[in-house]
């Protein structure tokens, strides 16, 4: 089992940055992929940026170029970011880290607030 934990969310003004953590911990040698997703009021989770073991990026069209996907692997921990530059009002969501493991359901954890004014 892997636990994750996000953090970094918060309200920014457009144009603004902000960086996102996904720490991960348990059974961190059954995790393949990692990726963020995100989701909108009234609107389906949808996947932002993913990251795979090897190393290999996929981004949404819509953070091209103003989001960047990273992962660091440390001791019992590894650990997901996503920085995010240029934010735009339609980038206000809850966003989800998500652990793809071998031979076991994925693990998503628990969401962080991010919240862009205009």
């Known amino acids: 089992q892997v636990l994750l934990v996000e953090s970094g969310g918060g309200l920014v003004q457009a144009g603004g940055s902000l960086r996102l953590s996904c720490a991960a911990s348990g059974s961190i040698f059954s995790i393949n992929g990692m990726g963020w997703y995100r989701q909108a009021p009234g609107k389906q989770r949808e996947l932002v940026a993913s990251m795979t073991s090897l190393g290999s990026t996929i981004y949404a069209e819509s953070v091209k170029g103003r989001f960047t996907i990273s992962r660091d692997n440390a001791k019992n921990r590894v650990y997901l970011y996503l920085q995010m530059n240029s934010l735009k009002p339609e980038d206000t969501a809850v966003y989800y880290c998500?652990?793809?493991?071998?031979?076991?359901?994925?693990?998503w954890g628990q969401g962080t607030q991010v919240t862009v004014s205009s």
């Open positions: 998500k652990a793809d493991l071998f031979r076991a359901s994925d693990s």
